[in-house]
């Protein structure tokens, strides 16, 4: 089994930046992918980004636009989601995700393809 906890969540103001993290524990050593996902209120979770353990590929939701930037450090076991110039419908919990599993197609979008999700972390965007 592999735990994920997310941190970094908060309140902030449009235009803002936040970084969230999430720490991977327990069985991560056939890590093969990490990923954000998010659910504002009343509707379906949305695909923020992913990326590949072994090279470090990304995959973005259409909506990111080059606003966010997701990362992983190894040593640490731990994943970043780096938002930038953020918008009130930004609000959200962020989920962070993770697979083992060999052939998931984590890019794809599709919150099936991964096996571990954290608890989220609310992200609130004032105007």
């Known amino acids: 089994q592999m735990q994920l906890v997310e941190s970094g969540g908060g309140l902030v103001r449009t235009g803002d930046s936040l970084r969230l993290s999430c720490e991977a524990s327990?069985?991560?050593?056939?890590?093969?992918?990490m990923g954000w996902f998010r659910q504002a209120p009343g509707k379906d979770h949305e695909f923020v980004a992913s990326?590949?353990?072994?090279?470090?590929?990304?995959y973005y939701g259409d909506f990111v636009k080059g606003r966010f930037t997701i990362s992983i450090d190894k040593a640490k076991n731990t994943m970043y989601l780096l938002m930038t110039a953020l918008k009130p419908e930004d609000t959200a919990v962020y989920s962070c995700?993770?697979?083992?599993?060999?052939?998931?197609?984590?890019?794809?979008?599709?919150?099936?393809?991964?096996?571990?999700w954290g608890h989220g972390t609310q992200v609130t965007v004032s105007s």
């Open positions: 995700t993770a697979t083992d599993l060999r052939g998931s197609n984590y890019s794809a979008g599709d919150g099936a393809e991964f096996d571990y």
């Open positions: 327990g069985r991560t050593g056939n890590m093969v992918a």
């Open positions: 990326i590949s353990w072994s090279d470090g590929l990304t």
